[in-house]
């Protein structure tokens, strides 16, 4: 989970078991945590870097919480909440990034690391609330960085601005 202390302010969460209050909080339309209608929306202002970034996670309220934070800091969001169906928008979407939980509910996300990493250069961030040994795999699977839950927000962007230029520089090379 991620502090809420988001710019602009979204509202208020409890970090702990109590609820998570927002007017900007999304609900899930057509399988998606995101409405259809706000997932392209483009943003307002610039920032470092604008990218479309998929999200596959299984827990509504962590989802939420990852969706709000992104698009604060002006990113476009997707959002699967299962490996098969983050698979599915990875290829119709061409996402910048993709972050990843990797306990879902039907195939792994170590599954959803190797095998986009096996044939695109799209980095991958690997969220786990597993144990050292299951982030471990997801290095070797191919992850560009783990990530152990509760998720700070300072390190999902710094993550995700790392896997961006490290992409970049690749597509460049």
Do not use: Y
Request: aromatic share 4%; with cysteine; charged share 20%.
């Amino acid at each position: 989970m991620l502090l809420c202390g988001t710019n602009p302010p979204v509202g208020s969460c409890d970090i702990g078991p109590g609820p998570f209050h927002s007017s900007e909080v999304t609900t899930r339309v057509d399988g998606r945590w995101d409405s259809a209608e706000n997932a392209d929306t483009a943003p307002v202002s610039g920032g470092d870097f604008l990218a479309k970034i998929l999200l596959i996670e299984d827990q509504h309220f962590i989802a939420r919480i990852l969706t709000i934070v992104l698009k604060a800091n002006e990113h476009t969001v997707l959002s699967a909440r299962n490996g098969e169906e983050g698979l599915a928008a990875w290829r119709s979407e061409n996402p910048h990034l993709i972050i990843t939980d990797i306990i879902l509910p039907d195939i792994s996300g170590l599954d959803v690391i190797r095998r986009v990493t096996s044939t695109s250069l799209t980095p991958v961030i690997a969220i786990t609330g597993g144990s050292k040994d299951l982030a471990d795999q997801a290095r070797q699977a191919g992850a560009f960085t783990v990530l152990l839950k509760p998720v700070e927000q300072g390190a999902l962007l710094d993550a995700i601005q790392r896997a961006l230029q490290t992409q970049s520089t690749s597509a460049i090379a």
